[in-house]
Structure formats: structure tokens, C-alpha cells
């Protein structure tokens, strides 16, 4: 799903998305022919209609038992609305959507019709509640509060910080009971760990009339720790004043548990990655040290035949030499920065970070007389974390070299194409496939299928964590006619 993939795009521009939708010349006709107040749906409803759009972007799905959905259909009830002007209000929404995508130069025409099919379906859903009496809109309404009560950790701050009113979901959580929260600053959960100038810049945020959003560290009452993925924002009274804050949550302990459990898998994959790194360093010297030390003698045995030394020969000795230390002085540095943590994403060609990989290998794909051959028929350029998708790379290969190396004729086809937005990167080999009763659990933490166990049975979870969470690609096996084939499978545009 194209829109779904632009979700973070779109997350991180709502509050434009927003302003445009409440500056749209024909929703503020609508507005002005039934005196509906301007502030008042913007400091209401807004934000609120927008985060509810998101979540339905990511559940791939239409959701309406949202009390802030129900009660903003009741209040355009109240005002008796026609069809007509519920659809223009509506679709001004989708029109700031679709301005600011343009805007923002990441139009598609997959993406422009998913976003129509999106409100499409989003207001047909709409028409058949308001379609509705006030007496089954109010029984909606309850109905639903009595749900989000249940489910949503939500809670009320008045204007000082002091909870005015918790969702039972969020006593179910923390341990604590609602009357126990309720006039209690919301201090009373801080983890010990959490430092004060963490709430000061979400204070900071919420008094500048921002919403804050981020994740937040919290203690239950029998000390145990749990994790809120939380947006916090501030309400409004008829002048403008900040009169109380709404946060809602989303429990988020058991993914950081595994991103935790992920980082000492991480540290693990490395230490094993330093020493394929230090093989392959000496590998690659392993020839240009040689031709050094033909270099090195052959001015004393020229010394011994001929009696001296010209000065031409010492002149292409010198240069031979230096033009071999270069290269070795060049060998460590690219496994230098290769080694350095990618901070920030590069637009990189693909054939450039195939060919480094290949750099990396040259000596072992040499001395084990692999046949590589290289069919790129898509030569983009793309946002990736270039040492990661590497470091992928280079696993992948050395386990081809692994499955072919009993093989007379070893041969590893690494080709590129697009598709559908997509970049795909297949390296295939020929050394017979994978057993079909073990293809399915070559990506598991600590499963090796070498028999000596010499691996770590880190390399393809950790290379299919990097494509799949870092990259917001694939990774993906299969068996072909001649072998196993791996395909990369990376987003054009992120």
C-alpha cells in the first residue's frame, strides 16, 4: 500500500495539513453559512480528526467508533448540515492532503488514487452515521467512550499538571486505581530514571500551543517499568488560554524489550563482523605484501648479477612499492568507513554499493575462482544507510561463497531491476538451494545451517533486521533451478 508507506511523511506535516485544511476558502463558506464556530473546530476537533485519519492510514482500514469522530458528526448534526456541505468539509481535507504532497514533490498517481479511494470510503462511512437521529448518535457516542474507557490509555490534565480524569485502560497499566490518580500530579508515574528537563521540554512544547509527541518512560506502582508511545495536546478556553492537556498512549514495553534484546544481538553481530573485517584486511594485503617483497629483492639479487644498482631501477622499485602501499594505506581506510555508523540515510547509486562489496571480496572471490556475474538494469539512486546495506551485501555473498564452494564451476548473478517503486537486488548462486524443511528458519536469531557451527547464526536475522527496520525494504529466499537466490527488495523514495 503506497499511502501507507508515506504515513511517517505525512505525520510529520499534519500541523501543515491542518493549516490548509482550515484556511480552504470552501470550508470556511461552509462554516460561515451555519455559524460554525472557527476556533472552536480548530482547537476541538483539528488535530484530533487528523491523528484519527493516520491511524486508519496504518491499520489499512475505516474506523468510526472514535467518540471524537461521533461527537464531531453530532455537532455538524446539531447545526443540520446538508449532504452537500458535510461532503465539502469532509473533502477539504483531502484537497490540504493532496496540496501539501505536492508541495512536498512526492506525488504518484498510485498515491493520489489511494488517498481519493481512502476518503472515498471514509465518507460514505460518515454519511450512513450522520445519517443517523441525535438519540442513535448520543448512543454511539457512549457506546464508544464506554470502549475507549476500556481499551485506549488516555488521561486529563488540568492546566498545572494534576490528572483530572484516567481511562481505565491506563489504571489497568500502571497498577494505580483511578482514585488514587485523579488529583495527583502526573509526576506520580515518572520512572526514577526519567530527568526533569524531559517534562520541562514537553511543558515547553505544550505552552507554545504545539502538541507533543515522543515516548516516555513510566514506573508502575509495584515499580515495574513500561513504556508510552504518547501525544499530549493542550485545550483551549473561548480567549485562548490553555485550560487543560489530553494524552493519549499506546503501550510500547514489549517492542522496547526487543529492540533491546535486537542491540545485544547487534553488539554480538559486530564482535563477529570485526573478525570476518580483520580476515578480509589480510586477505587483501595478502598479495600487495607479496609484490613488495619481489620489489624488495630484486635489488640485491640485481646487485649481485649486474654489480650495481641504476637509478632507474631503484626509481621503479620506489614507485612500485609506494603505488602498493597506497593501496593497501587505501584498503584500510575503506574498511575504516565502512566500519563507521551510519547516522544519517545517503542517496547512494546501486551499482556503487554493489561494487564495494565486491571491493571488500575481490581477494577471496579471486583466490576461490568465483564467476561473479552482474546484470544492472536499474541504476537509481537510493536512500539507504550505504554501510548497512553493505555489510548485508557482503553476508549474503560469503554465504553463497559457503554453498558453492565444493562446486568446479562456482557462480555467484547478482541483478538489478525496478518495480512498482521498488528496487530489487537478487544475488543468486549455483550451489543447489536450500533444504526445503530449513528455508523457512535461515532468518532466525542463532540458526546456522554450517555443520563445524563456526558461524554465528547472526548473519542473515541481523542483515534481514537492517533491510526490513532500517531501510523499510525486504529481505526474502528462495530456491531456483540452479540454487539459492536472496533479493533485497528497498523503496525508491523514503
Not at 233 to 247: C, E, K, L, Q, T
Not at 443 to 461: H, I, Q
Amino acid at each position: 500500500m503506497t499511502l501507507k508507506n508515506y504515513i511517517k511523511v505525512i505525520e510529520n506535516n499534519k500541523s501543515e495539513i491542518c493549516k490548509y485544511w482550515i484556511e480552504d476558502q470552501d470550508l470556511i463558506n461552509v462554516l460561515n453559512k451555519y455559524s460554525i464556530n472557527k476556533e472552536h473546530l480548530i482547537n476541538k476537533y483539528t488535530q484530533s480528526i487528523m491523528e484519527h485519519h493516520i491511524y486508519m492510514i496504518k491499520q489499512n482500514r475505516i474506523i468510526l467508533d472514535n467518540p471524537i469522530i461521533i461527537g464531531f458528526i453530532k455537532y455538524l448534526n446539531t447545526h443540520q448540515i446538508s449532504i452537500s456541505d458535510l461532503f465539502i468539509l469532509f473533502f477539504s481535507l483531502k484537497k490540504a492532503l493532496i496540496k501539501r504532497i505536492f508541495e512536498l514533490n512526492i506525488q504518484t498517481s498510485e498515491l493520489i488514487n489511494e488517498i481519493n479511494s481512502h476518503f472515498e470510503k471514509d465518507f460514505q462511512n460518515v454519511l450512513s452515521v450522520y445519517s443517523k437521529n441525535l438519540e442513535d448518535l448520543q448512543n454511539a457516542y457512549f457506546k464508544s467512550n464506554d470502549l475507549i474507557d476500556k481499551y485506549v490509555i488516555m488521561s486529563k490534565s488540568d492546566a498545572n499538571g494534576n490528572i483530572i480524569k484516567v481511562s481505565s485502560a491506563f489504571c489497568e497499566l500502571s497498577g494505580y486505581t483511578k482514585n488514587e490518580l485523579i488529583g495527583q500530579s502526573f509526576n506520580i508515574t515518572k520512572h526514577p530514571d526519567t530527568e526533569d528537563n524531559f517534562y520541562e521540554d514537553i511543558k515547553k512544547t505544550l505552552i507554545s500551543n504545539k502538541i507533543w509527541q515522543g515516548e516516555i518512560k513510566n514506573q508502575k506502582k509495584n515499580a515495574d517499568t513500561y513504556w508510552l508511545e504518547t501525544t499530549i495536546h493542550p485545550n483551549f478556553d473561548n480567549i485562548g488560554r490553555i485550560v487543560s492537556y489530553d494524552a493519549i498512549g499506546q503501550d510500547i514495553t514489549s517492542t522496547k524489550k526487543l529492540k533491546n534484546q535486537q542491540s545485544l544481538l547487534v553488539e554480538q553481530s559486530k564482535s563477529a563482523a570485526m573478525g570476518e573485517l580483520i580476515s578480509m584486511i589480510a586477505h587483501q594485503w595478502r598479495q600487495p605484501l607479496q609484490a613488495v617483497s619481489i620489489y624488495i629483492q630484486k635489488l640485491p639479487l640485481t646487485k649481485i648479477i649486474e654489480g650495481k644498482i641504476s637509478d632507474e631501477l631503484l626509481d621503479e622499485v620506489i614507485n612500485e612499492i609506494s603505488s602498493q602501499l597506497e593501496y593497501m594505506s587505501q584498503t584500510i581506510d575503506d574498511f575504516i568507513d565502512y566500519f563507521k555508523p551510519n547516522k544519517e540515510k545517503e542517496l547512494v547509486l546501486i551499482s556503487t554499493v554493489i561494487n564495494k562489496a565486491l571491493e571488500f571480496l575481490a581477494y577471496m572471490i579471486k583466490i576461490e575462482n568465483i564467476i561473479i556475474n552482474i546484470e544492472n538494469s536499474c541504476d537509481y539512486k537510493i536512500s539507504i544507510f550505504r554501510n548497512e546495506i553493505i555489510q548485508v551485501l557482503i553476508n549474503i555473498i560469503n554465504n553463497s561463497k559457503d554453498a558453492i564452494k565444493k562446486n568446479k564451476i562456482k557462480i555467484i548473478n547478482i541483478r538489478t531491476f525496478s518495480k512498482n517503486n521498488y528496487v530489487y537486488i537478487e544475488i543468486e548462486d549455483n550451489g543447489g538451494g536450500i533444504k526445503e524443511d530449513i528455508i523457512g528458519r535461515i532468518f532466525e536469531p542463532y540458526f546456522s545451517t554450517k555443520s563445524n557451527k563456526n558461524g554465528t547464526g547472526l548473519g542473515l536475522y541481523m542483515s534481514q533486521t537492517i533491510v526490513n527496520q532500517h531501510s523499510n525494504g525486504q529481505l526474502l529466499v528462495c530456491n531456483t533451478d540452479i540454487g539459492a537466490k536472496f533479493t533485497m527488495k528497498l523503496p525508491l523514495e523514503q
